[in-house]
T-cell receptor
Framework: EAGVTQFPSHSVIEKGQTVTLRCDPI?????LYWYRRVMGKEIKFLLH????????ESGMPNNRFLAERTGGTYSTLKVQPAELEDSGVYFC????????????FGSGTRLTVV | LAKTTQPISMDSYEGQEVNITCSHN???????ITWYQQFPSQGPRFIIQ???TKVTNEVASLFIPADRKSSTLSLPRVSLSDTAVYYC????????????FGKGTTLSVSS
């Protein structure tokens, strides 16, 4: 089966611009998660979708970040306007509902804000 | 969620067995212990999960003592391709659980 796909793999934008990251989860996985790692820090949870509904967005840093999951399939994470401190690697993961044996992560999008 | 403590780095040579120990003194009754592996430019990859005693799969073994306050990931006969960061996580094993990653253990395998 195809894994979790993220694109772009890299993005370089200027401060103040907008960037949209996309994540395609494994087909049939109702749960989708966003995580990120900023420079020198640990991987941090951002939010969790169940189908198209946000279940937990406690990790979203501020209102410049907007996540959507239209139709319960792929998800987008928009950063508008981007700031220098948003630079890092953004990971998406997915899982089936119920008890799990690990989440499946994508390869991440490396975002650089200059 | 329980906090975990593991060594920042470890070095090994090809063919050796590597044991990475993780401390999780505040583990809750419903928590499971999960290990992930991460290569550069990739996302974390699930390796193994356990609740108590010993779990073994084709990649690794996980040893958990009775008090569950620690766990040891054992990698048999490592190769250069096992060079990666290994994360120990403790959380309820149900979808929706937000994972808390620490700094992990950077394992370097040399020839």
């Amino acid at each position: 089966e195809a894994g979790v796909t993220q694109f772009p793999s890299h993005s370089v934008i200027e401060k103040g611009q907008t960037v949209t990251l996309r994540c395609d989860p494994i087909s049939g996985h109702d749960n989708l998660y966003w995580y990120r790692r900023v420079m020198g820090k640990e991987i941090k949870f951002l939010l969790h979708f169940v189908k198209e509904s946000k279940q937990d967005e406690s990790g979203m840093p501020n209102n410049r970040f907007l996540a959507e999951r239209t139709g319960g399939t792929y998800s987008t994470l928009k950063v508008q306007p981007a700031e220098l401190e948003d630079s890092g690697v953004y990971f998406c993961a997915s899982s089936q509902t119920g008890y799990y044996y690990g989440y499946t992560f994508g390869s991440g999008t490396r975002l650089t804000v200059v | 969620l329980a906090k975990t403590t593991q060594p920042i780095s470890m070095d090994s040579y090809e063919g050796q067995e590597v044991n990475i120990t993780c401390s999780h003194n505040n583990i809750a009754t419903n928590d499971y212990i999960t290990w992930y592996q991460q290569f550069p430019s990739q996302g974390p990859r699930f390796i193994i999960q356990g609740y108590k005693t010993k779990v073994t799969n084709e990649v690794a073994s996980l040893f958990i003592p009775a008090d569950r306050k620690s766990s040891t990931l054992s990698l048999p006969r490592v190769s250069l391709s096992d060079t990666a960061v290994y994360y120990c996580l403790v959380a309820f094993n149900q979808a929706g659980t937000a994972l808390i990653f620490g700094k992990g253990t950077t394992l370097s395998v040399s020839s």
